[in-house]
C-alpha cells in the first residue's frame, strides 16, 4: 500500500472528504485529486511536503502517511487557525469558516480546539516570574475544558481577551502577566476556553 492509498484509507475512517481535505488545506479539490491520483507522480521533495501537509490534517505523521510506520503515536489533531472575529462565532456555533487554514496541535485536545495569533503584550511579563505568552504565537484554546481559577483562559469582551482568571471579591476577573496591565472583570457565561498549548517560530 502506498501513501495514496494511506491517506484515502484514514479520509474515509474519519469521513473526511477529499473537498474537506483540500478546504483544511487551503488549496483547490482538483489539487486533491492530482495529489492523490494514480498516474501523478511528485518530486520526492514535493511528495514529502504534501504528506506533511496531510498528516498534519488527519492527526498522523508523516512517518506513517509515507511508511505505514509511525515511531511515535501522536496525540493532537489538526485545529483552526481562526482570526480573533471568528472566535465567538465558531464556539457559540461550531462552525468553521470556509477559508480557515489548519494546523497541528500537538496536545490532547477536543473536536472543538482552534488556534489564535497572539496579539497585543498584556501577557508579556516583563521579566517577572509570571508566564510569558509572546506576540505573534500560536495559541492552542480548548472550549471544553472546565474553568478553572488560576488557569489563562480566553473570554469574550467585544473582543476575545486573554488573561489569568481569578474571582476577586465575588467578582470574575481577568488577570494579565503584563503588570502595567490593570485586571479586567469578565462574564463567565463569556467564557471562551482555556489555554493547552503554545506555539512560537524559531525564525524571525
Known sequence: MDWKERTKILLAKQKISQSELANRLGVTRSAVSVWLGAKMDLSENNETMVQYKIASV???SQD??????SRETP??????LLDETEVTDYVLNQMTPGNAPWIYCPEECSDLTFSLKTKGSSMDSCGTPAVTIPQQAHIFIDPKVTLELGAIALFNDTTPVLGIYE????KAMLVFSNPRFQPVEVVRDNYLGTLIGIYQSCQT
Open 167 to 170: 474571582e476577586l471579591n465575588g
Open 64 to 69: 506513517y502517511l509515507a511508511t505505514g510506520i
Open 58 to 60: 488527519l492527526g498522523v
Open 75 to 80: 496525540t493532537g489533531k489538526a485545529v483552526p
